[in-house]
């Protein structure tokens, strides 16, 4: 009767046992089914490729949002606000996935430490005037402004179809960062003085504001040259920290106030017939970027040159007709006073060029 009854329960075990491993079977018959014929359905639709084509996009947009510090303040027109231009134009064209998050000076980084920032990693990009970098390269300002040098249509001819950009990146390999092009402005002023300057002997002994290789020029004419950032000039000529200085064209030197103090405002800008910004990216940043991103970027800048430029010359004529109701008196050097100071101009290249390779092949 025992052994009856251990096969009842064998034999119930194994008809319970079975439904299980069946249904089991069943619900893994249906979803392979189910997904065979999903995948088979999308090879036989004619968009199949392109529905993987754009799963693998989506896989390599990466979002770039980059902490940016400037050099000018945005408030500045052409000088500072080209920036904003290129940011805003970066973002649209992206549809929000390439962000310059832009910084005012001395935000993030002193304003003439931003390529120092960059290169250490601090930062992923800067937008600066790389001739601040005089001092660590000497060879910066002949990409940045030469006195009497180039027009600006002259330098970008020379930038783009000539050697201009290679040169400026080789410069910047050794110090991890990739340069690139991105504002530009025409010719300043020759600066803001307190009194007038007659003659070169005028300047010996002033002390004065002046940046790149103009400043080693008024030093071998016997200033005191001291460099500022723009936004503390206007208290060192309140102060009488300085007698005079240069900085940017005249509607940019207006809005920091210049002509309050310095009545006679000097023409033309023998030290500086171009000045160019540049974005610096940190070298490894900017490799690890896709190349259709690398182009975006590099077409926004071409695209902030061009329309830097254009607002550059706009927006100056008026400023100038605007000098006799501010008692500003525009003054013109005289011919004699340019060639003396082209003449100094000649031996100072000639100078930098015998102690730096770069300077010299530049």
């Not at 619900?27 to 995948?39: D, N, P, R």
């Not at 930038?159 to 040169?167: A, M, Q």
């Not at 940190?282 to 590099?298: G, K, P, R």
Request: aromatic share 10%; hydrophobic share 40%; glycine share 8%.
């Amino acid at each position: 009767m025992k052994e009856s009854n251990d096969q009842s329960s064998a034999d119930s075990q194994k008809n319970n046992t079975r439904p299980v491993w069946n249904n089991r079977s069943a619900l893994v018959a249906i979803v392979t089914s189910f997904a065979v014929g999903l995948l088979a359905s999308l090879a036989l639709r004619d968009d199949a490729p392109l529905v993987e084509r754009r799963l693998g996009e989506e896989k390599q947009q990466v979002r770039i949002k980059w902490r940016v510090p400037i050099a000018f303040s945005t408030n500045l027109p052409a000088l500072g606000d080209n920036i904003v231009y290129v940011s805003e134009t970066l973002e649209k064209a992206s549809n929000g996935r390439v962000i310059l998050d832009v910084f005012e000076p001395g935000m993030l980084i002193p304003p003439f430490s931003i390529t120092e920032g960059v290169r250490d990693g601090k930062t992923s990009a800067g937008y600066t005037w790389l001739g601040y970098d005089q001092g660590r390269i000497p060879a910066t300002p002949l990409i940045s402004a030469v006195p009497f040098g180039m027009e600006p249509w002259e330098y970008t001819a020379w930038y783009y179809e000539g050697e201009g950009k290679l040169l400026t990146e080789k410069l910047y390999r050794s110090h991890n960062i990739h340069p690139i092009l991105c504002g530009l402005v025409g010719p300043e002023t020759a600066g803001w003085f307190k009194f007038k300057v007659e003659t070169l002997d005028d300047i010996r002994g002033l002390k004065i504001r002046f940046a790149g290789l103009g400043g080693k020029v008024m030093e071998k004419l016997g200033a005191s040259v001291t460099m500022l950032p723009g936004g503390e000039i206007f208290q060192a000529l309140e102060k009488g920290a300085i007698d005079a200085t240069e900085f940017s064209l005249p509607a940019v030197d207006q809005t920091l106030g210049f002509h309050k103090i310095a009545k006679f405002n000097y023409f033309p800008g023998w030290h500086q017939t171009f000045t160019a910004s540049h974005l610096v990216i940190n070298s490894d940043v900017w490799s690890a970027l896709t190349s259709n991103d690398q182009a975006l970027i590099e077409m926004a800048c071409t695209a902030g040159v061009t329309r830097n430029l254009a607002k550059a010359e706009a927006i100056q004529g008026a400023v100038i007709e605007g000098f006799p109701a501010q008692g500003v008196t525009p003054v013109k050097f005289s011919n004699t006073v340019l060639r003396q100071l082209q003449r100094v101009t000649l031996e100072v290249l000639e100078e930098e060029a015998r102690k730096d390779a770069d300077f010299d092949r530049i």
